[in-house]
């Protein structure tokens, strides 16, 4: 049973967020309050396994709580905010500071978006769970035995210049793509990136990996080319695909539904991976709960793409590799901190 401890001004917000919560059988919301003082003694008094803090707070704003939580008591933080501009860079800030996930505030506006919103802020409180337990929940089969561990080019894959580079990342998935983004040079192919991220946060990402790497990192737009020295950070609640026009590589971003739980969904990229790039492409699939980019990873390892997977130990949540691992579909295990020096070895950069 995963105990959660909701932190919001709002009475009204806080019943929603526990009716929500409460609609799956493994989560149990074992208190709420109204200002970071009351949930400082509540911790003390319930001990949680995950905190959902509301950014602005009376009292004692969001950030300044979460410093004092992970200082004093760290544990598992979800973190909502508003979508505007200055509430994604507060959101993105508090992940630098520890909080485990990030998230819009729910859109109750129908029964589609109240739905969209219950299966959002759940998957986000369990991935943060997991996140501190070790991803146990989705241990099968010993995942090493599953592909190849280690940093060997295989033989029979080769590099060419229309390779194109795809990757789908989740829960401290910010971290992971950042890691391996800056140990790329400024000559990479271009690189389509799917990371579970509300709207409205996506952009203020991209400016920030921007700003902190060699090549250039930006917001994926409809209808753009794709180009090499350029990252294209999916929009969030849109998916990213790609298509061809007249020998073209093109990005198209559409809505649609959710896919694998998600909007956007790494399945939805790395299957339009396979069908346009074929064995021209190179699939990374990093940190983050669920099965999301399994099914997409196994379509572009069967089209000739070379594969990866993050392996567990350098994982905040060994879900999505480990699913596409015993998939079938990844050529290769790596830590974290090998993935990049991998993936210029097979493009000789």
């Known amino acids: 049973m995963i105990k959660v401890l909701i932190v919001d001004d709002s009475a009204l917000v806080r019943q929603t967020y526990r009716s929500l919560l409460e609609s799956d059988p493994e989560i149990r919301v074992i208190g709420t309050a109204s200002d970071p003082y009351i949930a400082v003694q509540k911790i003390q008094r319930e001990k949680p396994d995950v905190i959902t803090l509301d950014i602005e707070m009376p009292r004692m704003d969001g950030l300044t709580f979460l410093k004092k939580i992970m200082i ?7 973190v909502i905010s508003n979508q505007t501009l200055k509430g994604a860079d507060v959101a993105l800030k508090a992940l630098e500071m520890g909080a485990v996930d990030v998230m819009a505030k729910p859109n109750l506006s129908g029964e589609l978006e109240v739905e969209e919103s219950r299966i959002v802020l759940v998957d986000k409180v369990r991935s943060a769970y997991f996140a501190r337990k070790g991803a146990g929940q989705e241990r099968g089969p010993k995942a090493d035995a599953v592909a190849n561990r280690g940093s060997v080019v295989p033989r029979q894959y080769a590099a ?9 990342a989740s829960t401290g998935g910010t971290d992971a793509l950042k890691t391996f983004l800056q140990a790329l040079p400024e000559n990479a192919p271009p690189i389509m990136i799917v990371q579970h991220m509300p709207e409205k946060f996506t952009a203020s990402f991209a400016k920030r990996l921007d700003d902190m790497c060699a090549l250039t990192v930006k917001e994926a737009e409809d209808g753009e080319p794709v180009e090499r020295n350029t990252a294209y950070i999916a929009r969030g609640s849109y998916h990213m695909a790609l298509r061809n026009q007249n020998g073209r590589t093109l990005i198209r971003i559409y809505q ?3 896919v694998n739980r998600h909007r956007p969904s790494v399945n939805v990229l790395f299957n339009s ?5 074929g064995k021209h492409a190179i699939g990374i699939i990093l940190t983050g709960m669920g ?3 399994a099914t997409g990873m196994l379509a572009m390892h069967q089209k000739g793409a070379y594969t990866i997977a993050q392996d567990e130990a350098s994982c ?12 079938g579909g990844v050529s290769v295990i790596l830590p974290l901190n090998e993935i990049a020096g991998h993936v210029r070895s097979l493009l000789e950069v």
């Open 273 to 277: 991976v396979a069908e346009v790039k």
């Open 256 to 258: 649609g539904e959710l």
């Open 72 to 78: 004093q008591a760290p544990m598992p933080v979800v």
């Open 160 to 168: 060419s210049a229309g390779t194109l580079i795809a990757i789908g």
């Open 316 to 327: 905040t949540v060994f879900g999505m590799p480990h699913k596409a691992i015993l998939t």
């Open 291 to 293: 099965d999301d980019g």
